[in-house]
């Protein structure tokens, strides 16, 4: 099966603390995988993909094959980063399509 | 900067009802997309198109749902005879030159659907 797992709907951390934003995912193959955020009031949006191994706005993510993961990872969290953050999964489907599967989302809190 | 446009922002219907979600994907864009995420749950796929024709579609995307591209801009996603659980926000993405499988999708803002 394909599926991407957040585990934590809320994240709360004061300014300036390290976040990990948890991302786990299921899927046979080769993974790709995404980080897309969204603001408030805003569309979603492209933070990273893991192919690019970019870091944007601070943040960072590692592919860690063994453990399924994706976390995403920022030092030193900023008020600005406060958004619901989703982790994503390119699916596998009848074509190249580029269908993707989506976690829950977390919501990443920052507190001044 | 081009951004994918959805109209309208918010719809409101009656079960049994039809509505047309409206997109306008970026402009040298080939690859389409509507996802819909129902009220805290997560962001599902429901249809990809390529080339005039449906790409790939979810098992969510039964035959009360229709996507067409009738002008060479606009992307709709028909629901033919709406129900309470079609209330959604749903969202339209494209994708650029060659659908890749690294290809960022872009999405627009959504229009919220609600089913009474």
């Known amino acids: 099966a394909q599926r991407v797992t957040q585990p934590e709907k809320l994240l709360s951390v004061f300014k300036g603390a390290p976040v990990e934003l948890k991302c786990n995912y299921s899927y046979s193959g080769s993974p790709e995988l995404f980080w897309y955020v969204q603001y408030s009031r805003q569309r979603l949006q492209l933070l990273l993909r893991?192919?690019s191994r970019e870091s944007i706005k601070g943040f960072t993510a590692d592919l860690n094959k063994g453990e399924t993961s994706f976390h995403l990872k920022k030092p030193f969290a900023q008020e600005e980063d406060s958004a619901m953050y989703y982790c994503a999964l390119y699916g596998h489907g009848s074509g190249n399509t580029g269908k993707l599967i989506f976690g829950q989302g977390t919501t990443l809190q920052v507190k001044p | 900067e081009p951004e994918v446009t959805q109209t309208p922002s918010h719809q409101v219907t009656q079960m049994g009802q039809e509505v047309i979600l409206r997109c306008v994907p970026i402009s040298n864009h080939l690859y389409f997309y509507w996802y819909r995420q129902i009220l805290g749950q997560k962001v599902e796929f429901l249809v990809s198109f390529y080339n005039n024709e449906i790409s790939e579609k979810s098992e969510i995307f039964d035959d009360q749902f229709s996507v067409e591209r009738p002008d060479g801009s606009n992307f709709t996603l028909k629901i033919r005879s709406t129900k309470l659980e079609d209330s959604a926000m749903y969202f339209c993405?494209?994708?650029?030159?060659?659908?890749?499988?690294?290809?960022?999708?872009?999405f627009g803002p959504g229009t919220r659907l609600t089913v009474l």
């Open positions: 993405a494209s994708s650029g030159l060659s659908g890749r499988r690294y290809n960022e999708q872009f």
């Open positions: 893991h192919i």
